[in-house]
């Protein structure tokens, strides 16, 4: 019988690595594949509460979700907490497991209006929200954070604020606004949160290999490790493989199956156009020629780019061979 690795509420979470939500990345094709191969529960990408509270089509789209991705956090952002809990309340209609707060984005479009990270500038703000969603929902309410700013990290005492006003969870990604993604993790500030709090904790930041999710765990003692530049690179992270790990023949599988479900939910040329960002990752695209780059970026019929991409596969795996061969012949 499974065992929970924790409860976000009475919710429970089995496993311990999960994808992180990612604006661009975290659609419903990756997320589901990612869901698949093993990560413990899913996020969507964040989605603005104006837009929820607009007429705008764009976060029906993002909110979409099978039954088999549960459970399912809806990621929201704004800075107003009266605007997040009227956009709360109206996507929990949509059966959602949890409703998740962005508080870590660093892009100057959010921050600079006091949303993202830029929240986290105001920890009264923060107080207000949570108690409002956690009084108001059905559900729980997390929040994926940051360590603040350079001038000013928070992350302790925001964590804090989120545990005492009814949050359930809360996702620390161990750096600045202003590294944004560069620069070292600081799982110290992990270890800090999961020391200071009593609901979970997960860790992000740095987890680009399977030995680095144990690392993480063992360091900081953190519930689960949330996994995002890493898992785009390699989704079977999720299954416990590195990169290098997987064979040629799994690769393709998963390929086949993003663009399929690509194109199931953009429609053929938006589906092949939104894969190629996923292409350059699955198949290594640094150790191609640059006219094979090329060609893989270049728009044409799903039936004919899957034909080429099984001839770049063919050619790739005759490579190997030929290398192996070789080694064992020295």
């Known amino acids: 019988m499974l065992v929970p690795s924790f409860h976000i509420r009475d919710i429970p979470i089995y496993g311990d690595t999960i994808l992180a939500p990612m604006d661009g990345y975290s659609d419903w094709p990756f997320r589901s594949i990612c869901r698949g191969l093993g990560s413990a529960m899913s996020y969507t990408e964040f989605v603005d509460v104006k837009k929820v509270l607009s007429r705008s089509k764009q976060p029906g789209k993002k909110f979409y979700f099978e039954e088999a991705e549960r459970p399912i956090a809806f990621q929201l952002y704004g800075d107003d907490p009266d605007e997040i809990l009227e956009a709360a309340l109206k996507v929990q209609e949509l059966r959602p497991d949890i409703i998740d707060i962005n508080m870590g984005c660093p892009a100057k479009t959010v921050a600079r209006r006091g949303a993202g990270v830029g929240m986290m500038r105001s920890p009264l703000k923060i107080a207000r929200a949570f108690r409002k969603l956690s009084a108001a929902l059905e559900i729980p309410v997390t929040g994926k954070i940051r360590l603040g700013w350079d001038d000013y990290q928070s992350y302790k005492l925001i964590a804090r604020i989120v545990e005492e006003n009814g949050g359930a969870l809360i996702a620390l990604h161990a750096r600045t606004k202003e590294q944004r993604y560069a620069g070292h993790a600081n799982w110290d500030a992990i270890a800090e949160v999961k020391s200071l709090v009593k609901i979970p904790v997960i860790g992000n930041g740095d987890v680009r290999k399977v030995e680095d999710i144990a690392r993480m765990k063992q360091y900081t003692n953190c519930d689960a490790v949330m996994i995002g530049r890493g898992a785009i690179a390699n989704?079977?992270?999720?299954?416990?493989?590195?990169?290098?790990?997987?064979?040629?023949?799994?690769?393709?599988?998963?390929?086949?199956?993003?663009?399929?479900?690509n194109v199931q939910f953009y429609g053929n040329a938006d589906g092949q156009r939104l894969f190629r960002k996923h292409a350059i990752q699955y198949l290594m695209m640094q150790n191609l020629s640059r006219e094979t780059r090329k060609q893989i970026l270049r728009e044409r019929p799903a039936e004919e780019f899957m034909t080429f991409i099984s001839q770049i596969y063919a050619a790739a795996q005759e490579s190997a061979e030929t290398i192996g061969d070789t080694i064992k012949v020295a």
């Open 235 to 261: 989704p079977w992270i999720f299954a416990g493989l590195d990169r290098e790990q997987v064979p040629p023949e799994e690769v393709q599988r998963v390929v086949y199956e993003h663009v399929k479900r």
